[in-house]
């Protein structure tokens, strides 16, 4: 099969390579890029059928793409590139050194009142806080497996100011000397409730994880297994942001500060978008997906 290579910008075109039907669009990048140099790096490189169209799936072959009598490949740059576990890792190593700046309580942030003691859901809220991120980064080195290699680098800042922002933002008033504790029903049932979903959300990446043979792209519908935490699969295609919406309400709620629950805020609102569009491509690509599953609330959305 004979196609045409061009860029999205000015439909510049590089020259036509002769390659076979059966090739896959995550090859192709590594073949164009050996053929013409001057193309961008495989990492960088983001093959549509049309300047302006969608992005490829790296499994789809040529003779699947319909290509047509255009025999068009176009290549949108897509920038620098940098490892999905470097952006993983940095976004999720800020906040424990941030909150933990804020929990030693230096008296350049907060004055002379930083002798004051601190209760006993300051302690806990820390406890919280530095499982929660030292899970993800665990996670990440050990668990997930991530279908692209690299992001664009300008992921790097946006995630991380993200993160380190909202973290200064809620330990600032978490471990403020002045901040007060709700009652101790509330602390330790909301603490219970911070458990039960971070350990719903290990247990789900752990089971997706599984779905995927080692060093494959293999993708496959995602269904309970024996830990009951992955029960909720029946009604949800991405129970991990169900679970992880959950452990930040409950902190919310536990530590009673409103900085916290904007912040659970802002990622339910992220983590729903990310969970449609997974939902979507979920029913597109399996014909067999359940139709009784929404996307991230049971029953709703």
């Given at each position: 099969?004979?196609?045409?290579?061009?860029?999205?910008?000015?439909?510049?075109?590089?020259?036509?390579?002769?390659?076979?039907?059966?090739?896959?669009?995550?090859?192709?990048?590594?073949?164009?890029?050996?053929?013409?140099?001057?193309?961008?790096?495989?990492?960088?490189?983001?093959l549509r059928l049309e300047p302006r169209g969608k992005a490829l799936k790296e499994t789809d072959t040529l003779e699947t793409?319909?290509?047509?009598?255009?025999?068009?490949i176009y290549i949108k740059d897509l920038g620098p590139q940098i490892g999905w576990k470097t952006v993983f890792l940095a976004?999720?190593?800020?906040?424990?050194?941030?909150?933990?700046?804020?929990?030693?309580?230096?008296?350049?942030?907060?004055?002379?009142?930083?002798?004051?003691?601190?209760?006993?859901?300051?302690?806990?809220?820390?406890?919280?806080?530095?499982?929660?991120?030292?899970?993800?980064?665990?996670?990440?080195?050990?668990?997930?497996?991530?279908?692209?290699?690299?992001?664009?680098?300008?992921?790097?800042?946006?995630?991380?100011s993200y993160y380190w922002g909202f973290t200064a933002y809620v330990s600032y008033h978490v471990n403020h000397p002045l901040?007060?504790?709700?009652?101790?029903?509330?602390?330790?049932?909301?603490?219970?409730?911070?458990?039960?979903?971070?350990?719903?959300?290990?247990?789900?990446?752990?089971?997706?994880?599984?779905?995927?043979?080692?060093?494959?792209?293999?993708?496959?519908?995602?269904?309970?297994?024996?830990?009951?935490?992955?029960?909720?699969?029946?009604?949800?295609?991405?129970?991990?942001?169900?679970?992880?919406?959950?452990?930040?309400?409950?902190?919310?709620?536990?530590?009673?500060?409103?900085?916290?629950?904007?912040?659970?805020?802002?990622?339910?609102?992220?983590?729903?978008?990310?969970?449609?569009?997974?939902?979507?491509?979920?029913?597109?690509?399996?014909?067999?997906?359940?139709?009784?599953?929404?996307?991230?609330?049971?029953?709703?959305?």
């Amino acid at each position: 099969m004979d196609i045409e290579i061009l860029s999205t910008v000015g439909s510049k075109s590089y020259g036509k390579c002769h390659i076979p039907a059966s090739t896959t669009v995550g090859d192709l990048r590594y073949i164009i890029h050996k053929q013409y140099a001057k193309t961008p790096a495989p990492e960088r490189q983001s093959l549509r059928l049309e300047p302006r169209g969608k992005a490829l799936k790296e499994t789809d072959t040529l003779e699947t793409l319909n290509i047509g009598q255009s025999n068009k490949i176009y290549i949108k740059d897509l920038g620098p590139q940098i490892g999905w576990k470097t952006v993983f890792l940095a976004e999720y190593a800020g906040p424990l050194f941030v909150y933990l700046i804020f929990y030693a309580r230096p008296a350049i942030i907060y004055g002379e009142a930083a002798d004051k003691p601190m209760s006993l859901t300051v302690h806990i809220a820390a406890a919280c806080y530095t499982v929660h991120y030292a899970k993800r980064i665990l996670e990440t080195i050990f668990v997930h497996r991530f279908s692209h290699a690299t992001m664009p680098i300008r992921n790097l800042f946006k995630n991380c100011s993200y993160y380190w922002g909202f973290t200064a933002y809620v330990s600032y008033h978490v471990n403020h000397p002045l901040y007060t504790s709700p009652c101790v029903l509330q602390v330790w049932g909301f603490l219970a409730a911070f458990a039960i979903c971070e350990l719903g959300n290990f247990s789900i990446h752990i089971a997706l994880r599984n779905l995927r043979p080692p060093g494959t792209k293999v993708r496959r519908i995602p269904v309970p297994d024996d830990n009951p935490f992955t029960k909720l699969f029946n009604l949800v295609s991405c129970p991990n942001y169900t679970y992880e919406i959950g452990s930040w309400l409950a902190f919310s709620l536990m530590t009673q500060c409103l900085p916290a629950l904007l912040f659970a805020i802002a990622g339910a609102y992220q983590m729903t978008i990310w969970a449609l569009g997974k939902h979507r491509n979920y029913k597109k690509e399996f014909k067999d997906y359940p139709k009784c599953r929404r996307a991230i609330f049971p029953f709703l959305v």
